[in-house]
């Protein structure tokens, strides 16, 4: 998607005043208890946003993912606001039902675009090599955060054991796609193996996390899950996704043609957007997270990801949800950054967990490599393809923070600040590596 050039530092002048003079105000806001205006989450939202921008900016002028910049604005903003206002100040931003509502349409926005970018001909192109390194990408580091959350964190339940395996599971295909593509290497063999395996591990991570969650379910009830139950899980998730696309092929051409008759291009927008509201709504009525639904609404309005219009001169459906998306996506990572806390990434237990999950996350990825098949491909630059967890190993862990356990979020506040470490590591690695792989040395 193309984007219009602009002088960026007086962006950058401006937004740091305006967060700087806004700092009283956002922490008067936070430090009600009750809100008898809407204006208060107004300006919170108004700031949050723009900060979030800014940050996302300077990551990308910096030549960094813009989920980067937007996470740092987000824990900057939760970190250096209780120094001058005190934590319970500041703490109900991160929680008010408000801004996570909000928050949470942007989840869905991002996965419903990532549906409709999802060519799923590409996991055929590439055969084997690419689906060898998608499961490889989904075991290995499953069971390396496993054994790591069970050896430092001996006393925690099960469940959070897995879950902590299961964000280590995810692949950003986002971030690798934009690299890829700066670099001219996207239908290269190694870019097309890394883009179809991450496709397919958003799958079956999205799979992976309707278990865990039902595990996490079934045990804050008092219960354990059975082995039926998780099969119960698996198959109503594979049939989800499987009718899906299988519907896909009979009512996309449909829908899109009703949009097209409106003489209105936008319509499309609206159609698509409910669909993926709706489909977020069975997800979650039949046990499995809203996310699902919100990726199967793109897989079912274009399967094969060039875009869907109403004629060949309209914008695409994600050139219309590229405004949508651009105001929500940031909201979400600038919260899911003001609920980190970097003074407990000074307790060592913490801060080493986090070192461990990141050296989990490394290895855990780069035996992908050991999955491509045949000769003449770069296995090293495979293997550095899939390290980035970006945006949706922050879904996985915000999701973490949601689930109860015990009266307690299921990932506790130390464990997502470690988590989040690992994220941000991996995720400012990869571009770095798959330049340097890349590019001609000496360039």
């Known amino acids: 998607m193309k984007r219009h050039v602009v002088s960026q530092a007086p962006l950058f002048r401006l937004g740091s005043v305006l967060v700087l003079v806004a700092l009283p105000a956002i922490a008067s806001a936070a430090s009600s208890d009750v809100h008898p205006r809407f204006g208060p989450i107004l300006f919170s939202l108004a700031i949050l946003v723009m900060s979030a921008k800014v940050g996302g900016l300077l990551a990308e002028r910096w030549r960094q993912p813009s989920v980067l910049g937007e996470l740092l604005a987000g824990i900057a903003l939760g970190n250096l606001l209780p120094l001058f206002f005190g934590v319970e100040r500041i703490a109900s931003i991160s929680t008010e039902p408000t801004l996570r509502v909000l928050a949470e349409v942007g989840v869905l926005i991002l996965l419903f675009d990532v549906g409709l970018e999802a060519d799923l001909r590409a996991l055929i192109r590439v055969g084997p090599s690419s689906g060898l390194v998608a499961l490889i990408g989904i075991v290995i580091p499953i069971g390396l955060g496993w054994s790591a959350a069970l050896w430092l964190l001996p006393e925690s339940p099960m469940v959070v054991h897995l879950f902590v395996g299961a964000t280590l599971s995810a692949t950003s295909v986002g971030i690798t796609a934009r ?170 237990s913490t801060l080493g967990f986090g070192m461990v999950l990141i050296l989990c996350a490394f290895v855990g990825k780069l035996a992908c490599a050991l999955g491509v098949l045949g000769g003449g491909i770069d296995r090293l630059a495979v293997a550095i393809g899939m390290i980035p967890r970006g945006e949706v190993g922050l879904i996985f862990a915000g999701i973490g923070t949601r689930l109860s356990l015990d009266g307690q979020p299921l990932l506790s506040q130390g464990l997502f600040s470690a988590v989040v470490l690992m994220v941000l590591v991996t995720t400012l690695v990869t571009p770095v590596g798959l330049r340097w792989i890349f590019q001609p040395r000496g360039s």
């Open 179 to 348: 690299v890829l593509k700066d670099l001219g290497r996207m239908q290269s063999p190694e870019g097309q193996i890394i883009l179809g395996a991450a496709i397919l591990d958003d799958v079956l991570g999205l799979i992976i996390l309707a278990v865990v969650t039902g595990i996490a379910a079934a045990t804050a009830g008092g219960a354990a899950l059975s082995s039926a139950a998780i099969a119960g899980i698996l198959l109503r998730a594979f049939l989800f996704l499987g009718l899906t696309v299988g519907l896909g092929h009979f009512f996309s051409s449909p829908i899109v043609r009703l949009a097209a008759r409106t003489g209105h291009p936008e319509i499309m927008l609206v159609l698509g957007l409910g669909l993926c509201f709706t489909l977020a709504f069975v997800a979650e009525l039949i046990g499995l997270a809203t996310i699902i639904g919100a990726f199967a609404a793109g897989l079912l309005l274009h399967p094969y990801g060039s875009g869907v219009r109403t004629s060949e001169e309209d914008a695409t459906l994600a050139e219309l949800l590229h405004p949508l998306s651009s105001l929500f996506v940031p909201l979400f990572f600038v919260l899911m950054g003001t609920q980190v806390d970097l003074g407990s990434l000074g307790n060592l």
